[in-house]
């Protein structure tokens, strides 16, 4: 299976070139951007939409705030278990870096001596999308956007092919998807449960409840006062 794209006619091995090629004709300064984008700054923009969701998840205090804190967490252990299902299949396919089968590459990130199929970055933040898209639809199309971006970067460094990026795509959204039940049976009681507790009520919920804005009446307020006595006049 190491031979899988060695025609220089395979549509992966053209698109690898024009998406590489791009590199060529950018400015230096562009490809280091573009290095670090693609080999950390996605993957920490995929961290900081998490956190996002979970603090706009909690301060709105929904009632199946329990429930979307579940699916959060489930995200990163989502794209832990996809990294780790790709580990035989990286050792079964046995398909090597582009740039050492094929000549005329522009490789930004150099040292990469593992297999390329499936890409570890896009399985990851892909599962960490779609993840979040059971959390929440907005913060989920933008953390799938993400994860395309990411793939883009990965074949525009000349790391990956576009093929390897498709399949971490595949990767990650099965097993964010199919484990998702099983996951949510498991996680959404032991959110319901630390959402009661004393201790870990404010991982699932803000101490503010819905409710308690500007238009509430505390016992013992002049507003409290008032409305009592306007209770007794009636």
Not at 186 to 195: C, D, F, I, Y
């Amino acid at each position: 299976m190491a031979g899988l794209a060695e025609s220089g006619s395979n549509p992966d091995v053209d698109l690898l070139y024009d998406i590489n090629g791009l590199a060529k004709d950018a400015p230096h300064w562009f490809d280091r951007g573009m290095e670090f984008v693609g080999e950390y700054g996605l993957l920490l923009a995929m961290v900081l939409l998490v956190l996002w969701c979970w603090w706009s998840v909690r301060r709105r205090g929904d009632e199946d705030a329990a429930s979307s804190v579940a699916a959060l967490v489930w995200t990163p252990i989502a794209a832990g278990i996809a990294v780790l299902v790709n580990v035989p299949i990286r050792g079964f396919v046995e398909r090597p870096r582009p740039f050492l089968e094929h000549q005329g590459l522009d490789v930004l990130v150099s040292g990469k001596t593992d297999y390329s199929f499936v890409s570890d970055h896009a399985t990851i933040t892909m599962a960490i999308g779609v993840g979040l898209f059971v959390a929440n639809r907005k913060f989920g199309i933008a953390g799938i956007a993400l994860a395309l971006l990411e793939g883009f970067c990965r074949v525009y460094m000349g790391v990956h092919y576009p093929t390897d990026v498709v399949g971490g795509f595949a990767l990650g959204t099965a097993v964010a998807l199919l484990l998702s039940p099983l996951a949510m049976a498991l996680l959404t009681p032991l959110m319901k449960a630390v959402e009661g507790s004393s201790w870990g009520g404010w991982v699932v919920r803000s101490r503010r409840r819905p409710g308690t804005g500007r238009d509430t009446v505390l016992p013992g307020t002049r507003k409290d006062v008032e409305s009592e006595e306007r209770d007794l006049a009636a």
